[in-house]
C-alpha cells in the first residue's frame, strides 16, 4: 500500500470553477499535512497546510482533513489559468519524525 | 521574503565522478532536508539534518551520499561516485520548530 495516494488524473476545470483533489495515507500516526504547488521544471511550493480535522481556508484555497478516513483533500475556488500546475500532497508524523511523503501529484489545468 | 537558495541549479557530470551540492537555509531555521525528484516521478525523502547530525535518513541515502553543514550557513549533500541513476532534481527544505518545510529551487543533476 502506498504511503500517500493521489489517483485522479489530470483534472481540466474551467476559469472561475472549483477544483477539487484528493488525497488518502496509510500511516495513522501522521500528524500534519501538506498541498504543495509545483509548476513544470519548478520545486514545490507550499501553499497550505492543517493539522485538525476540519476545515482550513486561506483565500481561495480550503484543506479539508478527516483522520478517521485518512483522506485530505483541497479545494480552489474561482480557478484561474495561474493555477495551473501539479498539486502535491504531503504528509508527516510530526515531531521525532519529520521527512515529507509525498503523492505522485495531481495535474490541474484550468481552461480560459 | 526569506528563501532557500541552492547552487549550482544544473550540474553535469561523468559516472563515477563526485558532486557537491549546496544549500542555503532560511536564516533562522533549525531543520534542514535533501529530498530528490527523478523525472516524472514523486517527491522522495533523503535525509533530514538537525543539530549538526542526521535524524533520519531513507533506503536511497546510501554510502555514496554524506551531508554536512561546514560553515554555519550552508547546507551540503555530497554524492561521491555518480550513478546514470542519480540523475533527478535534488531539492533542499528547511523549516524552524513548525513543521512546514519551505523548498529551494533544486538543482538538476546530469549524470552522463
Known amino acids: 500500500q502506498k504511503e500517500v495516494e493521489q489517483n485522479s488524473g489530470p483534472l481540466s476545470v474551467p476559469e472561475g470553477a472549483i477544483a477539487s483533489l484528493n488525497c488518502t495515507y496509510s500511516?495513522?500516526?501522521?500528524?500534519?499535512f501538506f498541498w504543495y504547488r509545483q509548476y513544470s521544471g519548478k520545486s514545490p511550493e507550499l501553499i497550505m497546510f492543517?493539522?485538525?480535522?476540519g476545515d482550513k481556508e486561506d483565500g481561495r484555497f480550503t484543506a479539508q482533513l478527516n483522520k478517521a478516513s485518512q483522506y485530505v483533500s483541497l479545494l480552489i475556488r474561482d480557478s484561474q489559468p495561474s493555477d495551473s500546475a501539479t498539486y502535491l500532497c504531503?504528509?508527516?508524523?510530526?515531531?521525532?519524525?519529520?521527512?515529507?511523503?509525498f503523492g505522485k501529484g495531481n495535474q490541474v489545468v484550468v481552461i480560459p | 521574503e526569506p528563501e532557500v537558495t541552492q547552487t549550482p541549479s544544473h550540474q553535469v557530470t561523468q559516472m563515477g565522478q563526485e558532486v557537491i551540492l549546496r544549500c542555503v537555509p532560511i536564516?533562522?531555521?533549525?531543520?534542514f532536508y535533501w529530498y530528490r525528484q527523478i523525472l516524472g516521478q514523486k517527491v522522495e525523502f533523503l535525509v533530514s539534518?538537525?543539530?549538526?547530525?542526521?535524524?533520519?535518513k531513507s533506503e536511497i541515502f546510501d554510502d555514496q551520499f554524506s551531508v554536512e553543514r561546514p560553515d554555519g550557513s550552508n547546507f551540503t549533500l555530497k554524492i561521491r561516485s555518480t550513478k546514470l541513476e542519480d540523475s533527478a532534481m535534488y531539492f533542499c527544505?528547511?523549516?524552524?520548530?513548525?513543521?512546514?518545510?519551505?523548498f529551494g529551487p533544486g538543482t538538476r543533476l546530469t549524470v552522463t
Open positions: 527544505a528547511t523549516r524552524d520548530r513548525g513543521y512546514e518545510q519551505y
Open positions: 500511516d495513522r500516526g501522521s500528524q500534519s
Open positions: 492543517i493539522y485538525s480535522n
Open positions: 504531503a504528509v508527516n508524523r510530526g515531531y521525532g519524525n519529520n521527512r515529507l511523503a
Open positions: 536564516s533562522n531555521h533549525l531543520y
Open positions: 539534518f538537525y543539530n549538526n547530525e542526521i535524524s533520519e
